[in-house]
């Protein structure tokens, strides 16, 4: 089994930064993606990037050069999004997703408001 828990949301003006963390915690060596989503009120729950076992990392086209998904190498149990150059169309409920052997596991979201 594994969970996971997002934390780094709130509010920001349009131009800021925010990093948001995952943490997993359980079988952490049985996880092989981990994946930030996000969903905008009224709106289709939508992948923004995902970092797999290996390191291979895919972003969404209207994030490419903005956000930037790492992991803690050291313990590889938090998966970071760091978020350069908001816009207000960035805002969002954004979930972490974590793809294990057993099954799948989702968080409960952080809020990201971007708003002057």
């Known amino acids: 089994q594994v969970q996971v828990m997002e934390s780094g949301g709130g509010l920001v003006q349009p131009g800021g930064s925010l990093r948001l963390s995952c943490a997993a915690s359980?079988?952490?060596?049985?996880?092989?993606?981990i994946h930030w989503y996000r969903q905008a009120p009224g709106k289709e729950r939508e992948l923004v990037a995902r970092?797999?076992?290996?390191?291979?990392?895919?972003y969404r086209d209207s994030v490419k050069g903005r956000f930037s998904i790492s992991r803690d190498n050291a313990t590889q149990g938090t998966v970071y999004l760091q978020m350069n150059s908001l816009k207000p169309e960035d805002t969002a409920v954004y979930y972490c997703?974590?793809?294990?052997?057993?099954?799948?596991?989702w968080g409960q979201g952080t809020q990201v408001t971007v708003s002057a």
């Open positions: 970092i797999s076992r290996g390191g291979s990392i895919n």
């Open positions: 997703r974590a793809d294990y052997s057993g099954g799948t596991s």
């Open positions: 359980g079988t952490i060596s049985s996880i092989r993606f």
